[in-house]
């Protein structure tokens, strides 16, 4: 299940986080960098937290059985 296209309207629509490249400290920033900080955030999150969730939580099925 991914929340991707979730957290996209979130920041892109309702917050409109692309209006901050327009701020100096912003200008090296895009969609384009916002996407593979997003990409990446997915990546490790699928990588390493996924992984030890479902570890958890066969651990507890397993338990109360």
Do not use: Q
């Not at 979130?10 to 996407?35: C, I, K, V």
């Amino acid at each position: 299940m991914s929340l991707r296209p979730t957290i996209d309207f979130l920041l892109y629509d309702w917050l409109g986080a692309p209006s901050l490249s327009e701020r100096e400290r912003f200008a090296d920033h895009s969609r384009e960098t916002f996407d593979a900080v997003l990409d990446t955030c997915e990546r490790i999150a699928r990588e390493k937290y996924a992984p030890a969730w479902w570890t958890r939580k066969s651990r507890a099925s397993t338990a109360s059985a």
